[in-house]
């Protein structure tokens, strides 16, 4: 299965890197070609509104978009999860998404850099111990739809969710060295997917 990670702006190194020491042969895409020839797509943390202006400039926006919505399984990480999102509060004027995650997402939610935090994570799918989870100007999630599962929340506010092919989270899980997000990510939602397609 090729592993695809979006390289217009973002910590993609650091998701290529988590990929591959969990087996996959992942690769940085940025051309059409390269888009249209992966199995799994990684959407990295970074800024949403550049990513999407990007995608947007070198023609991409639709493709990622249709690709996306045709059930190629996604994991999108923080500005990830913004692009994914069907709506997205406090985005700035003309900010568009991907789509295909039946969420509203709330921008920059938890604060800005300053509030920056770290913290354990109790997350569904994920053994123990609990994760620990990187927030860096993060989005929450203020409601899912009806089959979107939660896996994680803080204070009430779901950070962590699967919408069948689609996992998203609000933190970043390649910056820490913990591979299990992106584990969980090749290991049951790829594998899914793959095995409902076949
Ligand atoms: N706040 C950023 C955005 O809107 C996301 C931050 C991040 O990915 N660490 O894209």
């Given at each position: 299965m090729?592993v695809?990670?979006?390289?217009?702006?973002?910590?993609?190194?650091?998701h290529?890197?988590?990929?591959?020491?969990?087996?996959?042969?992942?690769q940085?895409?940025?051309?059409?070609d390269?888009?249209?020839?992966?199995?799994?797509?990684?959407?990295p943390g970074?800024e949403?509104?550049?990513?999407?202006?990007?995608a947007?400039s070198?023609?991409?926006?639709?493709l990622?978009?249709?690709?996306?919505?045709?059930?190629?399984?996604t994991?999108?990480s923080?500005?990830g999860?913004?692009?994914?999102a069907?709506?997205?509060?406090?985005?700035?004027v003309?900010?568009?998404?991907?789509?295909?995650l039946?969420?509203?997402?709330r921008?920059?939610?938890?604060g800005?850099?300053?509030?920056?935090?770290?913290?354990?994570?109790?997350?569904?799918?994920?053994?123990?111990?609990?994760?620990?989870?990187?927030?860096?100007?993060a989005?929450w999630?203020?409601?899912?739809?009806?089959?979107?599962?939660?896996?994680?929340?803080?204070d009430?506010?779901?950070?962590?969710?699967?919408?069948?092919?689609?996992l998203?989270?609000?933190?970043?899980?390649?910056l820490?060295?913990d591979?299990?997000?992106?584990?969980?990510?090749?290991d049951?939602?790829?594998?899914?997917?793959a095995?409902?397609?076949a």
């Amino acid at each position: 299965m090729k592993v695809g990670v979006l390289a217009l702006q973002g910590d993609v190194r650091e998701h290529i890197l988590a990929l591959n020491e969990c087996g996959a042969s992942a690769q940085a895409v940025k051309t059409h070609d390269e888009i249209s020839s992966i199995d799994a797509l990684v959407i990295p943390g970074g800024e949403s509104t550049t990513i999407s202006k990007l995608a947007r400039s070198f023609n991409l926006f639709e493709l990622i978009s249709n690709r996306i919505l045709n059930g190629m399984p996604t994991y999108g990480s923080c500005a990830g999860l913004i692009l994914l999102a069907n709506k997205v509060e406090d985005a700035i004027v003309g900010q568009e998404s991907f789509g295909g995650l039946d969420v509203v997402a709330r921008r920059n939610a938890f604060g800005r850099q300053v509030d920056s935090f770290e913290m354990d994570l109790e997350i569904k799918g994920i053994s123990s111990p609990k994760f620990r989870a990187i927030f860096i100007r993060a989005p929450w999630i203020e409601s899912v739809g009806t089959k979107v599962e939660v896996l994680a929340q803080v204070d009430g506010r779901a950070v962590a969710v699967r919408d069948g092919h689609i996992l998203a989270t609000s933190f970043h899980p390649e910056l820490t060295g913990d591979n299990r997000i992106h584990r969980y990510f090749l290991d049951v939602v790829c594998k899914e997917v793959a095995k409902v397609s076949a």
